[in-house]
């Protein structure tokens, strides 16, 4: 699976959009992008994954450049409860190819205050 | 729709002894994943189950650790013997395809 790059940190108003950041330029064509997030002490949580088309769920908007090199995950209006550890993952999905393990990285911090 | 649950929630043993650990995934769910996060590290894979069968064990880090899943459903992750630097969380997740929901994890601390 292909790495990605994370800042470590961000800070965000409460209300206000959060967008994270991720990098994955070895991506390959067959790769999904996937997003995660641990809030303290919790099990990971399930955001949104997409392949190359922006994508938007009750949760959060994920865009994907052209080139597939990076991508932003947007929360549009954040709240004190979306303060969580964020994980890009890369990795392939079911049908036709191995899949199965998230590779988490150090993800970033997202910090939402008042 | 009851989530991924597992059991004990915490557990403090001695090194030297023997600790199992119990996920019951979503029901229907066939694959069945074990992560851990050791202390200051990244949250590491372990292994993937198919229903009963081991897809990939590629992660389990050494002979101490043995997963089962009979029967397809819940799973156990046996730690025998248990060594101080077994201890973290460990977090298991199941999924019907691709997206994979996770439990809220048992934390081990070996002493």
């Known amino acids: 699976d292909a790495k990605t790059t994370q800042p470590p940190s961000m800070d965000c108003a409460e209300g206000r959009a959060a967008n994270l950041p991720c990098n994955h330029s070895?991506?390959?064509?067959?790769?999904?992008v996937y997003w995660y997030r641990q809030i303290h002490s919790q099990g990971p949580q399930y955001i949104i994954h997409?392949?190359?088309n922006n994508e938007t769920n009750e949760m959060a908007s994920l865009i994907i450049t052209e080139d597939r090199k990076s991508s932003t995950l947007i929360l549009p209006h954040a709240t004190l409860r979306d303060t969580a550890v964020y994980y890009c993952i890369v990795r392939l999905n079911a049908g036709g190819t191995s899949y199965g393990k998230l590779t988490f990285g150090q993800g970033t911090i997202l910090t939402v205050h008042p | 729709e009851a989530g991924v649950t597992q059991f004990p929630s915490h557990s403090v043993i001695e090194k030297g002894q023997t600790v199992t650990l119990r996920c019951d995934p979503i029901?229907?769910?066939?694959?069945l994943y074990w992560y851990r996060r050791v202390m200051g590290k990244e949250i590491k894979f372990l292994l993937h189950f198919v229903k009963e069968s081991k897809q990939d064990e590629s992660g389990m880090p050494n002979n101490r650790f043995l997963a089962e899943r009979t029967g397809g459903t819940y799973s156990t992750l046996k730690v025998q013997p248990a060594e101080l630097e077994d201890s973290g969380v460990y977090f298991c997740a199941s999924s019907p395809y691709n997206e994979q929901f996770f439990g809220p994890g048992t934390r081990l601390t070996v002493l």
């Open positions: 029901s229907g769910h066939d694959n």
């Open positions: 997409g392949l190359k």
């Open positions: 070895t991506i390959s064509g067959n790769e999904y």
